[in-house]
Structures are given as C-alpha cells and as structure tokens.
C-alpha cells in the first residue's frame, strides 16, 4: 500500500462543555495540566516531580480509561493528549476523584507535541486507542499513524519501548500492520502481522464501546522499538 507523507494533522477542539468540566478546566488545571511553551521541549522530570517510566496516551477522549491505567500503575507516569475540550475537563475531574499525581494532560496537537516539545528518547511507551479511523480514501492521509510519525516517535522511545495500537475499524488495522511491518525499527511483539490475542492489557474505552455496539470487531497490536534502532 502505498502511504502518503503526512502533512497537517485533521482536529476537532470545541464542544459544548459542562458546568463541572468547564469549572475543572479552570480550577484543575494548575494540578494537572501540561502549559506547553511555543518553542522548546518540556521538561519531564520537572512536569512529574520525579524520574519514572514515561507513557504518552494519544487521543485519550473522555481520559477514563487513561484514569483508570494511570490508577493501577503508580510506579509509571502518564502524559495525556487530547484536543477535545470536553473530554479533558471530564478526564480531570475524574483524576481528581482518583487522587492522581502521575497523571499530567495536554491539550495540543499531539503530532507538535510529539514533534516539538517532547525530548526523545523519553517515552517507555505510546498508546493511540481507537484514533480517528478516516473511513474515507480520499481522507487516509489524514490518519495519524503514518510513516513520517513513526519517524517521530522512534525518536522518543527509549530503546525497546512499546507502541501500543487499537482500532475497531479493520481496514485502520490493515492499514496500522501495513505501516507498521513495513518499518523494520519496530517488531510485532506478537509474532509478524499478528494481533494481539484478546482480551487485550487495556481498560475498555468509550469508543471501544461504541464500536463493539455497532459490531465492530477490536484489533490491538502492540510493536517494540527494536534497541539497536532507536533514534
Ligand atoms: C475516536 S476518539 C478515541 C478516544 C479514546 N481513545 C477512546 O478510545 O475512547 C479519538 C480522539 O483523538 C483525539 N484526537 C484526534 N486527533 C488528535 C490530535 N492530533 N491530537 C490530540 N488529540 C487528537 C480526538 O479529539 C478524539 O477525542
């Protein structure tokens, strides 16, 4: 299959918020989220407060599923982005309620994120669940799982780090192995073009569930940065 480069990424910001997101927008915002600078890398250890592990959650909607793995993993720190304001007020009212502190969120483009303000190699592992599936060929390009962006993120791994991937859209998670096999600096954990086995070693997501009540069939697939290759 041939992919084209990608060039801007496709986003949607607004949406109507409620009183309590719109208020923990405001008040909650000194607690978790991330003042991205217009130039220059964010400083991580400082963001956290300590030296950990690192995950980078793409697109992570609504943020419950992102709450709930940030809850059971305290050792780790977990770095949310997401554009849809909505979902980020309701993903840090629910940090809150979980008493989080290794939970921080960013509402960037995660692609600039990735691109401009995150140092690399610092990133244990990147997880993009259920991205916007562009069902339309003439939108392909508009996906953010491209070549140009396992560029980027082979540069923030660090050497061995995971880039877990999930979609209920099967020709995405064609277009996912396609992209993915065909990048030697990543290895299939499962084995060449396979899926992970289900149930797959992630909470269930809003959009999951939307998905599977269309009976839409889930696809995981979890690469490694090979060591020898990372940027
Ligand atoms: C289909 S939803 C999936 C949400 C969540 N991961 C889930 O499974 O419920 C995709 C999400 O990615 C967000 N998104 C899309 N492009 C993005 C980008 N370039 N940067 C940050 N977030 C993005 C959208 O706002 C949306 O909330």
Redesign the pocket.
């Known amino acids: 299959m041939s992919q084209p480069r990608q060039t801007r ?5 607004e949406g109507r918020l409620t009183q309590g997101q719109q208020r923990a927008l405001e008040g909650l915002w000194p607690q978790f989220g991330v003042d991205v600078p217009e130039r220059g890398v964010i400083d991580l250890d400082g963001l956290f407060g300590r030296a950990a592990p690192r995950v980078l ?6 943020g419950e ?2 709450v709930e793995m940030a809850a059971a993993d305290p050792e780790r720190d977990y770095l949310g ?4 304001r909505p ?1 980020v007020g309701h993903c840090l009212l629910c940090a809150e309620q979980a008493g989080l502190d290794n939970l921080r969120v960013a509402t ?6 990735v691109r401009h303000h995150l140092p690399g190699p610092s990133l244990e592992t990147v997880q ?6 562009w069902p339309k060929k003439r939108h392909h390009k508009r996906r ?1 799982i491209q070549p140009a962006f396992l560029d980027l993120l082979a540069e923030r791994l660090v050497p061995g780090g995971a880039l877990h991937l ?1 979609t209920d859209w099967a020709d995405y998670a064609e277009w996912m192995l396609d992209t993915l096999e065909a990048d030697a600096r990543f290895e299939n954990t499962c084995g060449p073009r396979a899926f992970v086995p289900p149930p797959p070693p992630r909470p269930q ?4 569930r ?1 998905g599977l009540r269309k009976g839409h069939q889930v696809h995981d697939l979890i690469y490694r940065l090979r060591p020898d290759t990372a940027g």
């Open positions: 990424t496709f986003v949607r910001r959650d793409i697109g992570f909607g609504d599923a992102l982005v997401e554009v849809h979902g960037v483009d995660a692609v600039e994120l993009i669940f259920f991205p916007d599936p953010i999930a997501t809003k959009f999951e939307r």
